[in-house]
């Protein structure tokens, strides 16, 4: 799966330039969650296929973590694209010093998800 991603000056930070479509329904998938975990608790290796890790040319690198979820049939993918320093500083700042983001605020927009938000009384 060939991705290419864009800089944004929202909240997220990093979107892809068109829609991901699931591999399994053709469903679109949907942002569940950004992080930019916490510099001190990256080791130099490996935490887990899903966590920020060091590039091994530059293991200082940035890295955006984005999770996606299909809104038909709840398949998952994981991302990890790198940022500078510069652009992860910045958007950690417009999310108000969090470096995690759940973009709660789009899946009210979305209908299927508005209702699953109901059901387990979100909204």
Same mark, same amino acid.
């Given at each position: ?23 399994? @329904?053709? *469903? ?8 930019? +975990?916490?510099?001190? /608790?990256?080791?130099?290796?490996? !935490? ?21 979820? @299909?809104? *038909? ?8 694209? +790198?940022?500078?320093? /510069?652009?992860?500083?910045?958007? !950690? ?31």
């Amino acid at each position: 799966m060939s991705i290419r991603w864009i800089e944004t000056d929202d909240k997220a930070g990093l979107r892809p330039a068109e829609p991901i479509v699931c591999p399994a @329904c053709m *469903g679109e998938f949907i942002l569940k969650h950004q992080r930019f +975990p916490n510099r001190d /608790e990256v080791p130099k290796m490996f !935490i887990r296929a899903t966590t920020i890790r060091p590039l091994s040319h530059n293991p200082s690198a940035w890295v955006n973590d984005m999770t996606f979820k @299909c809104e *038909g049939c709840d398949y998952c993918v994981s991302f990890g694209r +790198p940022m500078t320093e /510069e652009r992860s500083v910045q958007t !950690i700042a417009r999310r108000g010093g969090q470096i995690a983001y759940l973009p709660k605020e789009e899946w009210e927009k979305n209908e299927i998800l508005r209702e699953r938000l109901k059901v387990y009384g979100y909204v």
